[in-house]
């Protein structure tokens, strides 16, 4: 990052979020039928370059194999209401009917107060398999140690270790567990992606571990993290700090650790951003939220929400924008670029001239001049 002082004294990094950059135009132009936005990650080959959010407004079995279908892979939060209650529609249901505010907080750290059920975790497992998509999870790093052998022997296919900021290293009060992640990736023969990191040493630190993929950026668009923590990169900064830090670990190591960007992202031109600036992917929250047919009913929170003493998430309605598939693939019926998304990014590609996903990470980028950096709200 570049660097800049505060006072005359504090070294502080400058960064720019995606609004702040845009793609500038090649010397060639493609036709989008041209145009491949498939990706790798380990084994799996994906046809587009989107995950589901481990967020229960945004991922269940259902919808899960829905995306699936679509090219995509849904995650599946292993901590959120499908593995707490045997009726899990009914939960949601009340959630959506919830009006933003102090008392929609309140609810929901209610809700989620109920524990988690190991045989559940199975279960939720089972039924993203039956409904024909990969069974990819996400657990927080401090549960990893608790819950991960329900979930692998019920065949869990792919793991997100997913926190605010996920570190190599954790320090622990005395008579703790913390999760070694190099030591975890060693035992079990399960391709992990392990985030949020939003600067290059932690990156690389995280990729040593084993990570097959580090997810990048501090927070969703509700995400209050910025508000209670103080913590927030820059989103476009981050992915190519990040970035940086993977083509440093692959002259290294001769591994290719796979970047995916999460945060903020909400339209066609934030996912061709997004993968101009080195991320291979991104996960989507709110966008896919806005689908008629998204678990939320039309409500939007991050788990974060029901955090017993320190909320960090607002819940909030959107506006739904039609079925999944329209979001995604359109066809498109408003200008903002928040449906289509995908087709949105085949049509970047195809204007500046790329042909490939990695291609497209070449891409020259321009900065608007005078551009101050803020966190994205929701």
């Given amino acids: 990052m570049h660097q800049t002082t505060i006072g005359g004294f504090k070294q502080a990094s400058v960064g720019y979020e995606l609004a702040d950059v845009s793609l500038v135009p090649s010397r060639r132009t493609r036709d989008v039928e041209l145009v491949d936005v498939s990706w790798s990650l380990d084994a799996y080959r994906f046809q587009i370059p989107v995950l589901g959010a481990p967020l229960d407004a945004v991922t269940s079995p259902v919808s899960a194999g829905q995306l699936a279908g679509l090219g995509g892979v849904g995650v599946l ?11 899990p529609e009914e939960v949601l249901d009340e959630i959506a009917k919830l009006q933003p505010g102090a008392d929609a907080t309140v609810r929901l750290q209610q809700l989620y107060h109920e524990p988690v059920r190991e045989e559940l975790i199975g279960r939720r497992i089972e039924q993203l398999k039956a409904n024909g998509g990969l069974a990819a999870g996400s657990l927080t790093p401090q549960k990893v140690e608790r819950y991960h052998h329900a979930a692998l022997e019920a065949g869990l296919d792919l793991l997100l270790v997913n926190g605010v900021t996920v570190t190599a290293q954790h320090v622990g009060v005395p008579g703790s567990d913390p999760l070694d992640l190099k030591s975890f990736t060693a035992r079990y023969d399960i391709p992990v992606v392990a985030g ?12 040593r571990t084993g990570a097959v993929g580090v997810l990048v950026g501090t927070g969703a668009s509700v995400s209050t993290t910025h508000d209670a923590l103080g913590i927030h990169v820059p989103l476009a ?7 940086a830090a993977r083509s440093r670990y ?3 190591s001769g591994r290719y650790v796979h970047v995916i960007a ?7 031109g934030d996912l061709a951003k997004a993968i101009a600036c080195g991320a291979d992917a991104v996960m989507l929250g709110r966008a896919l939220a806005a689908a008629d047919d998204a678990p939320g009913r039309g409500a939007y929170w991050g788990l974060a929400a029901a955090h017993n003493t320190l909320p960090r998430s607002h819940y909030t309605h959107v506006q739904q924008v039609g079925p999944l598939q329209v979001v995604l693939e359109g066809p498109a019926h408003r200008a903002d670029g928040k449906v289509n998304l995908v087709g949105g990014l085949r049509r970047a590609m195809g204007v500046t001239g ?5 291609r497209l990470k070449d891409a020259e980028l321009a900065v608007r001049a005078g551009a101050v950096s803020s966190p994205p709200r929701g």
Avoid: D, P, Q
């Avoid at 999460?262 to 066609?268: D, S, V």
């Avoid at 790329?354 to 990695?358: D, K, P, Q, T, V």
């Fill in 77 to 87: 939060a292993l901590e959120g209401v499908w593995t707490r209650y045997e009726e």
């Fill in 250 to 252: 692959l002259e290294e």
């Fill in 354 to 358: 790329y042909e490939s996903l990695a």
């Fill in 237 to 243: 900064t981050a992915i190519a700090e990040v970035a």
């Fill in 262 to 268: 999460a945060g903020g992202i909400r339209t066609g």
């Fill in 196 to 207: 949020g990191v939003a600067s290059a040493k932690s990156a690389l630190h995280l990729m």
